[in-house]
């Protein structure tokens, strides 16, 4: 058992794993991007309010922990940062997959939608943050899983491997 506790504790991000998260969410931004432009077996993934929010915490972690590896007198906070994005794209995520299994509970046209379309920023990047899809529309699975199962997944281990690394003391 000792052995293990001096692995657990003495294991902090360095700046390179920072900078791989980083670029890890902003992949999975780009091949969401990449579904909605190319699509995938012959059907555009169109985003809807709920992938749009995704993006957003992919994005929020990217950010953060680019931020963490680039500025270490406030690493602790940027890391903190990207645990609670990775934590609110995990929420979003499972809402998302909860719809996909209860499709009756969804009304068609999503009223987040409208609101998100109005964002300046949705305007500026409509090709990244305009919400076009419906939230429970079924697209064709990807290795057995459909975006959103793929997307929990990743904020799962994204936030699993950011709230074990915040808690670990430095080495000293």
Request: glycine letters at 6%.
């Amino acid at each position: 058992m000792k052995g293990f506790e001096s692995f657990s504790y003495h294991l902090p991000m360095t700046r390179s794993q920072y900078l791989y998260f980083s670029l890890l969410s902003l992949g999975l931004v780009v091949f969401a991007v990449v579904l909605q432009q190319v699509g995938y077996q012959g059907v555009s993934f169109l985003p809807c309010p709920l992938c749009i929010l995704q993006r957003v915490a992919y994005l929020g972690i990217a950010i953060f922990c680019f931020l963490a590896a680039s500025a270490s007198p406030i690493r602790k906070l940027f890391h903190g940062l990207a645990a609670l994005s990775a934590a609110y794209g995990l929420s979003v995520a499972v809402h998302q997959v909860w719809l996909l299994s209860h499709p009756e509970s969804s009304c068609g046209i999503d009223p987040l939608e409208v609101w998100i379309n109005q964002f300046q920023l949705a305007q500026g990047l409509p090709w990244l943050l305009k919400a076009d899809g419906l939230c429970s529309a079924k697209l064709p699975a990807i290795l057995g899983l459909q975006v959103p199962e793929w997307s929990l997944l990743w904020f799962a281990v994204l936030l699993l491997v950011l709230l074990i690394t915040f808690f670990r003391k430095p080495k000293t």
